[in-house]
């Protein structure tokens, strides 16, 4: 069974500039969630998307957008990068009954380490 | 809304002593909560999780934490430190408005081993 998986691993990227962090899902999963995690701090929901679908949204600017695929794959895109976005981007996958299940356990990738300079 | 504080940014422990990482809730309705660690450059791991039935929950590494509604509480605790514990541990609860399992995280606890 492989894991949740993300690409790329570290980017650097200087600020005005537009990113985009994928995602692979743990194998049979159908919901993924992205958070962001700045230095010393716990991770921000930034959205979810549950079977291709946006299942909620944290307290992120319009910038951030999300795309779940067919295969259930995830990417996360940043527009107009603010030196504010230098974070850990995490993504976390699980299986979902429905949309509005919250008990099910999250599994995460390992991160990219995203720098705006 | 849903909240979560963790008390305590720092916890030294010695080798073989009792673990005790705080952990506060706050909401509306009853909660599911979860211990996640995170080691140097690496995700998240879960290490247990509350949803319901059984109060005292048991976890990977000889972790376990119970649910205390009374005090709003889900302290995690572990009877024995061992070196490979040292890492960030965080404390999170999914129960929000509009459904979804999507979690909302205290600051963390950097736990630190000592010989």
């Known amino acids: 069974e492989t894991g949740v998986t993300q690409s790329p691993t570290h980017l650097i990227k200087t600020r005005g500039q537009q990113v985009t962090l994928r995602c692979s899902s743990q194998?049979?999963?159908?919901?993924v969630s992205w958070y962001q995690q700045a230095l010393g701090q716990g991770p921000q929901f930034i959205f979810q998307y549950y079977r291709e679908e946006e299942n909620g949204r944290g307290n992120f600017p319009p910038r951030f957008s999300g795309l779940q695929f067919p295969n259930y794959s995830s990417e996360l895109n940043v527009n107009a990068l603010e030196l504010d976005d230098s974070a850990l981007y995490l993504c976390?996958?699980?299986?979902?009954?429905?949309?509005?299940?919250?008990?099910?356990?999250?599994?995460f990738g390992p991160g990219t380490r995203l720098t705006v300079t | 809304a849903q909240s979560v504080t963790q008390l305590g940014s720092h916890v030294s422990v010695s080798e073989g002593a009792l673990v005790l990482l705080r952990c506060n809730y706050s909401?509306?309705?009853?909660?599911?909560l979860f211990w996640y660690v995170q080691y140097p450059n690496q995700g998240l791991q879960l290490l247990l999780k509350?949803?319901?039935?059984?109060?005292l929950v048991k976890g990977i590494n000889g972790f376990e934490a119970e649910f205390k509604k009374s005090e709003t509480s889900f302290h995690l605790t572990k009877p024995s430190a061992h070196m490979s514990d040292a890492a960030e541990y965080f404390c999170?609860?999914?129960?929000?408005?509009?459904?979804?399992?999507?979690?909302?995280f205290g600051t963390g606890t950097q736990l630190k081993v000592e010989l």
């Open positions: 509350y949803t319901t039935g059984a109060t």
């Open positions: 909401s509306s309705v009853p909660p599911y």
């Open positions: 999170a609860v999914s129960r929000g408005t509009g459904g979804g399992n999507k979690l909302t």
């Open positions: 976390a996958s699980s299986l979902n009954r429905n949309r509005w299940e919250v008990a099910y356990e999250q599994y």
């Open positions: 194998s049979g999963h159908n919901t």
